[in-house]
């Protein structure tokens, strides 16, 4: 019987970036985070596979070689050359679990609710109306209701 090799302190691929931060309490805990995270380079510098569901380049091959090649130009500068790989950080694991775009699209989302909110319908029916359709005797709210 083969043992199962451990796997703790391995990783896949860059370290993750928390998501940015929605209030000033949590501004510091995410800036200490990411200067965690600058101190320790990836320890694996390959990808799962780098290969997409359809025998090409993964979608975020791109970023990861991006950042691998910042990572080794800028590198043997201490924490302040692997500053200068945050952006290119931030664009892969935007790409990777696209948190800016969620965080986007539900800020879009909340507008347009609030638009919509602020006007009401003009022959929106009434609850009682409603709470009759389909009802024996009760057709003349029904024909109100479905405009027939």
Known sequence: MVAAKPTA???RGPPTVPEPPT???HLRRY????????RSPPTNS?????????????RCYAFWQELLGCYVVNG?????????CLPAL???????????????????????????????RE????????????????EEDTRKVLGS
Do not use: W
């Not at 800036?31 to 600058?38: E, F």
């Not at 990808?47 to 359809?54: C, E, K, Q």
């Not at 800020?107 to 602020?118: D, F, L, N, S, V």
């Not at 609850?127 to 359709?133: G, K, P, V, Y």
């Open 46 to 58: 390959k990808m799962a596979s780098g290969f997409g569901l359809n025998g090409g380049p993964s």
């Open 90 to 120: 931030e664009d892969y694991t935007e790409c990777l679990h696209h948190t800016k775009e969620v965080v986007r699209a539900k800020k879009i989302q909340a507008a347009y609710r609030k638009a919509e909110a602020g006007f009401a």
């Open 9 to 11: 302190g391995l990783s």
């Open 76 to 84: 043997g500068e201490g924490v302040e050359g692997k500053k200068k």
């Open 23 to 25: 209030s000033n309490l």
């Open 31 to 38: 800036k200490k985070v990411l200067a965690a995270r600058l």
């Open 123 to 138: 022959n929106e029916p009434k609850a009682e109306e409603l709470r009759n359709l389909g009802l024996l005797g009760k």
